[in-house]
């Protein structure tokens, strides 16, 4: 993938790829740290630790649709907010 708004790929990063992948061309560094973290249903494969996310196994913010899924979950988000302000 080029890079683009939507993804961008570190080589230069010592920690690439900071996840297990099966191939390093496609890893998106994008989102380094996931913006979804503070979500209750990210949507994401992560395991709960005494109320402190592991998302190591998690690889959405780090795929190629990555970037639409994450704006997809944030604008959800925030049309939810708007509904319920009655904002809209």
Do not use: T, W
């Not at 920690?15 to 913006?35: G, Q």
């Amino acid at each position: 993938m080029e890079s683009s708004y939507k993804f961008y790929n570190n080589k230069g990063c010592h920690y690439l790829p900071c996840h297990k992948v099966n191939n390093v061309d496609e890893f998106n560094c994008m989102f380094c740290y996931c913006p979804l973290y503070f979500f209750d249903e990210c949507g994401g494969n992560y395991k709960d630790k005494s109320g402190i996310k592991d998302c190591s196994d998690c690889l959405i913010p780090h795929s190629p649709k990555g970037y639409d899924y994450i704006n997809q979950k944030i604008m959800g988000a925030n049309q939810k907010r708007r509904e319920f302000n009655g904002i809209d």
